[in-house]
Structures are given as C-alpha cells and as structure tokens.
C-alpha cells in the first residue's frame, strides 16, 4: 500500500474507453448542444457576478450575520473569507439523516479551522418512502424531489455563501439537491453522506417472513419483529434501493470524497470525513486557487458515467427518471436509449439485495467503490477525463481512506483485487455481461424494466391481462385467491399525472408468492416499483401514463400482453384497427385530497412524462 494521498493524485488506469460508451456520450454531447451552452453562459455569468457580501447593503450584509459569532462576524464583514452554505435534509424519522443532527456544529468548526465560516443556509423536506410504502403520503413522494429543489434554491438565493455542501441521501433528496445545486451551478459544491446502518437481519429473511406474512403464516407481532430487526438504527437502509444507489453515484460523479459513501455513522472515520469534505468545499471556491464550480464538474462523461455505474450495480430503476432530471438541470439531454444501450454493454459487478443477499456493508468491506471504479476505469466503461472536487480524474477515487494517528485522515490505494467475488466482482468475472436495465417498447409505449434480479426463464412473459386502476385492488383480488394461473397484472392510473406515481412495492410478496408457486406473472405499470426491483418481472414507468391518454388505458381483462426483455418488445396482442379503435378507460373519480395531496394539484398537472423525468420544471 503506497503512503497518503492529496487532492488530485492520479493512479494510472487504462484511459482506452469502451467504443459503444464513447457513441453513447458523444450523441448525448450532439443533442445537447445548445441547451449545455446557454448553461454554461448562464454559470460563467453567475460565476463572474460572484458572491459578493461587500455588495450587499449594509442591511441586507447586518440580517445576514446577525445571529453568527463574534469572531464569524468579523470574517464576513471583510468578504474575504470563504463562507460556506449548509443545506440539510436532517430530520431525525428518517434513520439515514438522524446522523446530520450533530453535523452543522462538525462543519462549522472545521471550516474556522480552515479559515472559513459555515452557516445552515436552509433545510429541506426529506420523507422515508420505507414509512410512506403503500400508503396516501406516497403519492408525494416523487413531487418531493422538485419540492426539495425548490427549497434549497431558496436557502442559497441570498447570495452570502463561496461554496455550499449539502446534507442528503435517500430516495428523492439527494436527486431534488441535485437539482437545486446544478441551479447554482457557479458554486463549489460538496456532497456529505452519513453512511448506512450496521448489518441487522439478513435481506433474504427479511423477505421470507414478509411473503410468509402475506400468505397469513406468520402474523403481524412476528412480521415487526423482523421488520424491525432489518432497519435498526440510524443510517441508511442497507438494501441497495435508491437511497444506497444516490450514494454510489454521487461517488462515481466525482462529488463525495473518495470512499466516503459507505463508510457507517457516529464512528471516528465518519466525523473525520465528514470535516474533510468542509475543508474540501473551502478550498475550491473562487478566493483559492482550484475553483470548481459543480456546473462545470457535471458534464456529459459525468452523467455518462453516473449511468455506467447505475447499471454495473444494478441500482435503482428510480434513477431511470433522476438521472434524466439532473442532466436536464445541467443543460444535458439524456434519454431512456441511453440508458438502455448502456446496459448492453456494461457489466454486472456486484450482487447486493434485491441483486443478491449481500448488503452494503458487505459491498464496502469486499473493495467498495474504489475497487468498483478501478475495475471499470481498467476496461473502459468510465470516462477518466473528467473534473471532481477531489482535483482532475475520476481516477483519484480508486483510493480509500484510513484514519491516522491523530485523527486525521490519509488516503491510500484501494483494494487490487475483491475481497468477495460473490458480493463484487471484477469484470473478468462479472456476474452477467449487461447491466440488466432495459427498454420496453411497442404499442403499448416505453417502459423500462430491471431484470438483474430476475431469472433467465422469466425475461419473457406472454400472459392474459389482470387490469387494475389501484394496487390495493390487486391485493384484495389476491387474498379472495381471485389470481391464479399465469398473468401480467396491470395496474394503471399510477402516473405522475394521475396521482404523483408512487411506489408500488407492497405488491412485491404477493407477486412473489404466485411465482413461487409455478405461475408466470408479471407487472405493467405507468407507476414506479421502486430501487427494491427484484424477482418479479415489472415493466414500470410506462409512457405515456393512462391519464395522458396513454395505450396503458385501453388494455383489458384478458388481453394477451408480451414482455419481451430478449427482444425489448412490450406490446398487447390484439388487432391493430380494433386496439386503436378502443374508447380508452377512465380513471375512477376520486377527489384527491388528505395527506397534503391537494397542495400538489399543481404538481400533477404540469407533471412531465416519466421518459423526460416527471418533473415540474
């Protein structure tokens, strides 16, 4: 192992890209043209007015500083010291951000100690979809993302901060802060993890007793009980859903230290990350000599290779509407065919549950991110020429960090080879040639679906519709034991239009029972299913939704649905003039309210389509 490590160290990696990686991000760099400069005109403008408190009337500089310290005061009266912005998303329900309690106090002192000052320029809604999952306040869950932008636009809009670290991981946070940072795009930006929970009980149990639950064989006192053996302390679910896929990509995008995604809160590694990370967003600001803005850093080989890393881990098929978002926030335009011929190409290197039984502490301990990104920086699939807030290269993050002898920390090489290949795997051994995230389409629209989970016998389902305008009218059906033989259940009215397109995940045990069973079943949805995408196949995020006239609406009871994942064909079979002459269905009336759903009618009614990010700007 070599010695430590400084900001901008470079291991030697193969800098050959993979020829289909280097097509798929020069067709982004094409269309995107045009919307990436006005971008950047528009961060190079911000970027030149800066961040100037001396120009603020003496009022506007007073309200500002009011509240800070006397010796923070005089620092910000001179507007020479770097002045750091806090966003946060702490609350402390969410056992991911219950760490970030103690966090503003951690990064002001490092940042004095830098010779800068730090305040909480805001803080952001953050909801647990684990709390949420099939419930009404699901149907908020995807606005929150844009809500989460808006808000931590209005804690930077006063203008008093150099750089800005934000305080996030789960489902719709990190993406929405995303969002909101990429907005500001002329400021240095660093992104805090606080790291997942300890293992509690293993994920394959954890399902076993939820499906035993959901054939009546176990009841509720035992269901808890292993629910709360699973998710017991503060941190992130260990499961690799999305909050743990925000994390992985944050890493691999170059905006969290290196190593830092995976490593456990309230430990001594943590805290001195986490002061490392302050000390890092102070030193790229404009008043030193490494200025990096994050509207420079996220560029088409960033967004390229945050969708390399999504499918070399099988991550959250969320992120096949985030990582369009965020692009689009950057002036990228990213499309599902990217993301599909990627996976094409990419690798399956890790098996980690819903992929797996292993959980993330068990990817961390095997090689973690610096091995994952060695390996495929090694065989082109990453690009390395790209700018971090580590310095120039992503490969600088093939390293980790150890804490020394006094407290401090060194970064050193990271691991050569896994130290698990069950759990992660170099790509001479992948797990599977392809990422396993497809595209879906036909005549019934786009879709995509994540069959990494999946076996091979089932990436092919040709099956008679069970059509349903709720999820909850599919688990009636199946507890009356109305589902047998073999079926793709359609669950329709579950768009970001019609009701926000929550998660569907509280089908997964009963789907997962049937199939159990020997009956070949499938989901078709315009709704989402969520990181947790596991053995059952599921073509989800169907557009355009049934409200916004899409074909979802005119399948019925009966029709012959193909799913095709060798293919990519998603289609109903039936004739062609009698399909398109069908009257399409309505959604049932309901009046959308309770649970704050009345407060986002506007959010439903702009909502963009799924392929375009189902966002509302």
């Known amino acids: 192992m070599p010695g430590a490590v400084v900001p901008g160290t470079k291991w030697s990696c193969a800098m050959t890209i993979h020829p289909k990686v280097a097509e798929v991000t020069e067709r982004i760099r094409a269309r995107s043209v045009a919307s990436r400069a006005l971008y950047l005109k528009r961060v190079a403008a911000a970027a030149k007015a800066g961040t100037r408190r001396g120009s603020l009337a ?18 910000l009266k001179g507007d020479v010291v770097p002045n750091l912005g806090i966003i946060t998303a702490y609350n402390d329900m969410l056992s991911a951000h219950q760490p970030y309690e103690t966090y503003p106090e951690l990064i002001r002192h490092a940042a004095r100690e830098a010779g800068g000052v730090a305040q909480v320029a805001g803080g952001v809604p953050a909801m647990c979809d684990g709390v949420t999952q099939g419930q009404t306040g699901m149907e908020l869950s995807l606005f929150s993302r844009d809500a989460i932008a808006m808000s931590a636009a209005i804690g930077l809009s006063h203008n008093m901060f150099d750089a800005a670290v934000f305080l996030g991981i789960c489902d719709k946070i990190v993406p929405g802060l995303m969002i909101a940072a990429l907005s500001f795009g002329h400021l240095p930006t660093v992104f805090i993890p606080a790291g997942p929970m300890t293992t509690g009980l293993p994920n394959g149990e954890k399902a076993r007793i939820r499906q035993l639950y959901a054939e009546g064989k176990v009841g509720r006192p035992e269901l808890l009980e292993a629910e709360s053996a699973s998710y017991h302390g503060p941190g992130t679910c260990t499961f690799y859903g999305t909050a743990n896929t925000n994390q992985m990509m944050m890493e691999i995008m170059g905006l969290h230290l ?13 805290e001195a990350l986490t002061k490392a990370a302050t000390k890092r967003a102070l030193a790229i600001t404009a008043l030193g000599n490494e200025f990096t803005p994050i509207g420079e850093i996220v560029d088409e080989k960033v967004i390229v290779n945050g969708v390399v890393g999504l499918n070399a881990t099988g991550g959250s098929t969320n992120h096949t509407m985030h990582l369009v978002a965020i692009a689009k926030a950057a002036g990228i335009q990213l499309t599902w065919d990217d993301f599909s011929d990627l996976s094409d190409v990419v690798p399956l290197l890790t098996r980690v549950y819903p992929n797996g039984l292993a959980d993330v502490n068990h990817f961390h301990a095997a090689g973690g991110m610096s091995f994952l990104i060695r390996e495929l920086l090694d065989a082109g699939y990453l690009h390395d020429d790209v700018k971090t807030i580590w310095g120039n290269g992503l490969s600088a993050y093939t390293v980790e960090p150890k804490l020394d002898a006094a407290g401090g920390i060194s970064w050193q090489e990271g691991a050569r080879e896994s130290l698990d290949e069950k759990v992660l795997a170099p790509v001479s051994k992948a797990f599977q040639p392809t990422g396993g995230l497809k595209l879906l389409s036909g005549n019934i629209g786009r879709a995509v679906i994540k069959i990494s989970a999946v076996k091979p016998d089932r990436h092919v389902i040709e099956a008679p519709a069970k059509v349903f305008d709720a999820q909850d009218d599919l688990l009636t059906a199946f507890k009356a034991g109305e589902l047998t033989g073999d079926f793709v259940a359609v669950i329709r009215f579950q768009g970001p239009k019609a009701n926000g397109m929550p998660e569907l995940h509280k089908l997964t045990p009963s789907l997962g029972i049937l199939q159990d069973r020997g009956q070949r079943v499938a989901l078709l949805t315009d709704g989402r299913m969520s990181g947790a995408s596991g053995k059952v196949p599921a073509a989800i995020h169907v557009t355009p939704e049934a409200l916004a006239g899409g074909p979802i609406a005119k399948i019925r009871d009966g029709d012959m649905i193909r799913i095709d994942c060798s293919t990519g064909a998603l289609d109903v079979l039936v004739d062609a003039a009698e399909f398109a002459a069908r009257p399409a269905a309505l959604r049932p009336e309901e009046e959308v309210y309770g649970m704050g759903r009345e407060l986002f009618e506007m959010f439903r009614a702009h909502a963009g389509a799924a392929e375009l990010g189902a966002g509302v700007f």
């Open 58 to 75: 003496c009022g506007n500089l007073a309200h500002g500083f009011a509240a800070c310290g006397v010796e923070d005061k005089a620092a």
């Open 258 to 270: 290196p190593g830092s995604s995976f490593v456990n809160p309230n430990t001594p590694l943590r």
